[in-house]
């Protein structure tokens, strides 16, 4: 769930996009069929002008993980996607997010029960029509940029050779061959996929000479350098503040190097890293010597890639591993995948749901194709047994890994960002199966019904689909990854039976940028609650889904709402969120009503899975990241040295400037404590903080327009002259610290001032946008009129300024913090300013409101202010700028995504979920998850087992607690521990508040020892104890018999209520 409120100015699409769909859907349409007048658009694919210029709008969050020249790319693909049964729409839909040239369906099937448990955009009223024809207008509503059509004859050479990237999906193996090496003569990018049961294959042939411009995504690391050799195999060393993070065989090349000026600018160069502060770059014994200083900056080279044709790979097949558990496993499903065809091929069907005869048949078959191969394995019989037993099933977890993975082959085929699969990639989960399989599975639990479940029902067996339809779950989001949860749970049948319920929850509206990911909201739901709009979607997609949508955020403030009784009632749990808080909160819920829970989270092509399980796992919040790294304060203030200082600087300036000042005057007209607590506040803070109010109340309060035009150009002056002036009269350029080091070095950039022109948009753009939010900020009206502000902006009288001696500048932290809370206070400064202060009566009706900062409203001048902020001090320390869109990026904070990722990481958590409704307890069937796409890597690993603790002989992990049934009295409690668990109670806390201590004063003890348990907890916390809780929880410590600290459970206090 976002905070970000919604985008209310604008509704998608920005620019005109077609309405309906292109050209004539039938048995031989294809792309040439689009008219010209849609070719524009289909060429530009949200592009407003012959430039190019993107749809940052809708595209943002996929602009942050492709960048604008791989979405150029993709924008010159045409794409043919054949097959369209669960996982050809699952590509489908994740292409034409993400923004190709146009997108073609090939199908000649038509809509039969097996495909409804995994093709979303399938109905019961389908059946019997062409899969390509009903996709299509359902398909297309998701992005009116793409143009979608359709294409129901065969696949001759004249008609592939109109694309740019063919995938197969559900086509028979001399198909692929034959289109294939059409494609590979062709420089056309050929993926095949497929999903049988719980198997998955993809391959991909790029051609013989792909080159991959970015092969990883990440951005370029940049360093301080500390001295290069001059040598025949120089050694350049880094400074020691942090490790450079290079590897072997990585280009860099260099700016700003004082001495050896010859490797400014200069051609990549190949490095050899020799340490974590040090690397070798080859010959500089020509060049000059070096002097100091020099940024080494990563330059990403291409690579070259070349691949095989289907027909010689599958005989040499290049195979990556996906689970390093299963590490003989792709060889092994390399002949499988290959006898399924021929099974196929010799009896027209493939094998029946846990048909032995059919097994027998297909395993011998694996055998002959394996010991004519070249690529020929240790056969695994039972694995291939496995493979026909479900080679019939089709669910739609294993089509959203396939079809997420797929998806962004598709996209690194037509844009050359990120590494490939090279060339097969074999995904399988078979731990998804019942302990025990062939002892609760038969041919006859596994046939079909005639019923829009019938090929999971295949794999899993009918009592399955039934426990799945009880289940009642929590999901706690309905974002990106809360779409992809409800689109899996309806096809699944989660909660489609009696008994079963969804509750899902979210707080947010729905904005244009959610809908290049967020996959069941559409342009005309903008400013929609999603969690509404979402459970309505998948209720098309599944009528018997039981749903229900609330808006409310998870918390305490709501745990009136979600209760015991809610919980208690909860088969699981599914978080879909996008902050830590939330996530642990969720997680301290789960431990204590003992529910699984699903936690996942994607930034760009990443993405993570965690299976929390009652009383086997550690909980989410048993490992957390490292804390982001911050900036000291002395840097953003005084020596800033990139340009994410500058934008933070700028952002805490527009807090400061804007926010700030009237939260405090909303403060201190409303709240009659607010002086008491200001002056009790250390050090100088009082004085600052109600000098301020008084510059907001008095001094500074703007009459006019162009008062706040005035105010803007001083504190310019002030910014970026003044201060600037004043650093360097403190510490001259020339300055040297007591070893004789130049004070200006390493990390400390010598600036200089700026002098202000209204000719300089930079300039005019900190006046006009800085003017307009002083101006908001006191209720007046926004001008747009740069000219007339340019005018007031020139006709400002600047005061003169001479930088003074005597003006303290910290230059560390621990300066900065000791001189504002050991700073003196004159008590007469102080008090002249509180008498200056209007009281807070007469500010009743004042109209002064804070402007809470939103990134994604380009008219509200908020980014304005902090680009230009920003870029402006940027100058000042000869720091390269930064454009507008890697500003938001980064002063946003915001959170690169891509409806890849978040596809394969969400089907990912539904195979975890299959296991935890069918009871799995080995800990070994389920699999946490690390993958990164653009790589592309996969990692797997077993859940960490809950840590156990002891005491005397018991046992006891994070899931067990001491259950006490209320209400005694605190004598009584500490008693009953004695007696029942030989604990002596030394503390004993609720939340926040000490209930009882053994140093407690006698008289208090005496007082509360007598007391009921609930009673003393509303006496120390001064609160009513809800009438919806029904248990407390007490934090205990305990001495044991021989007086020692031991640590144990918490304590569940249940109440006793009437």
């Known amino acids: 769930m976002s905070s970000s409120a919604a985008d209310t100015d604008r509704s998608p699409p920005a620019k005109k996009a077609r309405t309906e769909p292109n050209g004539n859907t039938g048995t031989q349409c294809s792309t040439s069929s689009i008219p010209p007048s849609a070719s524009l658009e289909v060429s530009q694919n949200g592009m407003a002008n012959a430039e190019n210029d993107i749809d940052e709008g809708l595209y943002s969050r996929q602009l942050y993980v492709l960048g604008h020249d791989a979405m150029r790319r993709m924008g010159a693909s045409n794409v043919l996607i054949s097959g369209m049964r669960g996982l050809g729409v699952e590509i489908a839909k994740n292409v034409v997010l993400a923004g190709v040239k146009s997108v073609t369906l090939h199908d000649t099937g038509d809509v039969t029960w097996e495909d409804l448990s995994s093709q979303f955009f399938l109905q019961e009223a389908d059946i019997g029509k062409n899969r390509a024809e009903v996709t299509l207008p359902r398909l297309a509503e998701l992005n009116t940029y793409v143009p979608v059509n359709t ?38 990018r050929f993926v095949v996929a497929d999903t049988k049961g719980l198997f998955g294959q993809i391959f991909c042939d790029f051609g013989e000479n792909f080159s991959v411009a970015d092969p990883n995504g990440e951005p370029p690391i940049s360093n301080m350098v500390a001295s290069v050799d001059k040598d025949e195999e120089a050694v350049v060393t880094c400074m020691d503040e942090t490790r450079h993070n290079y590897e072997s065989g990585d280009f860099v090349t260099f700016t700003e190097i004082k001495g050896m000026t010859q490797l400014n600018g200069c051609e990549p160069k190949e490095i050899k890293v020799l340490g974590p502060y040090t690397f070798s770059i080859g010959d500089t014994s020509g060049m000059s010597d070096y002097v100091r200083g020099g940024i080494v900056t990563q330059v990403k080279v291409p690579k070259i890639m070349k ?65 004519s191969s070249a690529a020929k394995v240790e056969l695994d019989s039972d694995l291939m047994q496995q493979v026909a037993y479900s080679a019939c099933g089709d669910i739609c977890p294993m089509a959203a890994v396939i079809g997420g993975i797929t998806a962004q082959e598709v996209m690194k085929a037509c844009s050359g960002k990120f590494t490939p699969v090279n060339q097969w990639l074999y995904f399988d989960a078979l731990e998804c199966l019942p302990e025990k399989p062939d002892e609760k599975l038969t041919e006859e639990t596994c046939k079909p019904r005639n019923c829009r479940y019938d090929s999971q029902i295949a794999i899993f067996g009918e009592q399955f689909q039934q426990q799945l339809g009880s289940l009642k779950y929590f999901l706690v989001g309905a974002g990106a990854i809360g779409c992809e949860m409800l689109k899996n749970w309806a096809m ?134 490292p804390p982001e790294k911050s900036i000291p304060i002395c840097t953003l203030k005084n020596f800033p040295n990139a340009i994410e200082h500058t934008l933070q600087w700028a952002r805490d300036q527009f807090e400061g400037l804007f926010s700030q000042p009237a939260e405090n005057a909303i403060q201190y007209a409303t709240d009659p404590k607010f002086m008491e607590r200001t002056l009790k506040m250390p050090g100088t803070q009082p004085l600052e903080i109600l000098d301020l109010l008084k510059k907001t109340l008095v001094d500074e309060k703007p009459a006019s327009f162009q008062d706040c035009v005035k105010w803007a150009r001083n504190l310019w002056q002030e910014n970026y002259n003044n201060q600037i ?10 300055q040297t610290t007591s070893s004789g080091a130049l004070f200006w070095s390493g990390p400390k950039r010598c600036p200089h001032p700026l002098t202000f022109d209204t000719a300089n948009t930079t300039h005019l753009d900190y006046i006009v946008s800085g003017a307009n939010l002083r101006a908001e900020m006191f209720g007046m009206p926004h001008n ?40 003196s206070l004159d008590d007469t400064d102080l008090e002249s300013v509180q008498s200056a202060l209007p ?20 008219t509200n001048f908020h980014m304005d202010f902090i680009v230009a902020a920003s870029n402006l001090r940027a100058e000042n320390y000869d720091i390269p700028a930064a454009d507008r869109h890697k500003s ?37 069937a389920y699999k946490n998850g690390f993958v990164n796409l653009a790589l592309p890597f996969f990692a797997f690993s077993e859940p960490i087992a809950a840590p156990k603790n002891k005491y005397y002989d018991t046992e006891f992990s994070l899931w067990d607690r001491f259950e006490i049934q209320g209400d005694m009295t605190l004598e009584q409690f500490l008693k009953y521990f004695e007696e029942h668990y030989n604990l002596e109670i030394t503390m004993l806390s609720q939340g926040v508040c000490m209930l009882y201590s053994f140093f407690m004063a006698p008289a208090k003890r005496k007082e509360r020892l007598s007391m009921p348990m609930s009673e003393v907890v509303r006496k120390v916390s001064k609160k009513k104890i809800p009438p919806h809780v029904k248990a407390l929880v007490l934090e205990i410590c305990c001495n044991d018999k021989d007086g020692e600290d031991v640590e144990v459970p918490y304590v569940k206090y249940n109440l006793a209520r009437p």
């Open 492 to 625: 699944m049948g989660l909660a489609c039976s009696e008994g079963g319920e969804i509750t899902v929850t979210d707080m947010d509206t729905i904005e244009k940028s959610n809908l290049n990911r967020q996959f069941l909201f559409r342009p005309w739901d903008v400013q929609k609650t999603k969690s509404s709009t979402a459970a309505a979607a998948v209720k098309r997609m599944n009528p018997n889904i039981k749903i229900t949508h609330h808006e409310d955020r998870v918390g305490p403030e709501t745990e009136n709402v979600y209760n015991d009784n809610f919980f208690e009632g909860l088969s699981g749990v599914a978080n879909a969120l996008d902050n830590v808080d939330a996530r642990m909160y969720m997680d301290r819920r789960c431990v204590y009503y003992r529910k699984s829970l699903l936690e996942s989270g994607t930034l760009g092509t990443k993405a993570n899975v965690q299976v929390v399980i009652p009383h086997l796992t550690e909980s989410y919040s048993s490992s957390q990241d």
């Open 839 to 858: 009281s807070p009566e007469k500010l009743k009706s004042f109209g002064i409101r804070p402007v809470e900062f939103e990134k994604d409203d380009d």
């Open 725 to 734: 002036r004043q650093l360097l009269f403190n510490f001259p350029q020339d």
């Open 888 to 924: 938001k990026l980064i002063a946003g904070k915001i959170i690169p995504a891509i409806a890849t990722t978040t596809s394969l990481v969400v089907g990912l958590v539904c195979l975890e979920l299959i296991k935890l409704t069918q009871g799995h307890k080995n800990m070994e």
């Open 151 to 188: 294409h129901t004859g065969g696949m001759d050479d004249e008609f592939l050779g109109k694309f740019q990237v063919v995938v197969l999906t559900n086509s028979s193996l001399t198909e692929q061959l034959r289109i294939n090496e059409f494609c590979h003569s062709k420089g056309i």
């Open 307 to 371: 691949f095989k044709s289907m027909k010689e790979s599958i005989e040499q097949p290049e195979l990556m591993l996906t689970d390093f558990a299963k590490f003989d496993r792709p060889g092994q499903l390399h002949i499988a995948f290959q006898a399924l065809h021929e099974y196929f091929k010799q009896n027209g069907s493939l094998p029946k749901p846990r048909n032995k005869s059919d097994a027998d048949k297909f395993v011998a078959i694996a055998k002959k194709i394996n010991d």
């Open 784 to 823: 747009r009129d740069r000219n007339a502000i340019a005018k007031m902006a020139t006709a400002v009288e600047v005061p003169k300024f001479e930088p003074r001696s005597g003006v303290t500048i910290a230059t560390t932290d621990a300066e900065a913090t000791a001189r504002q809370n050991d700073g």
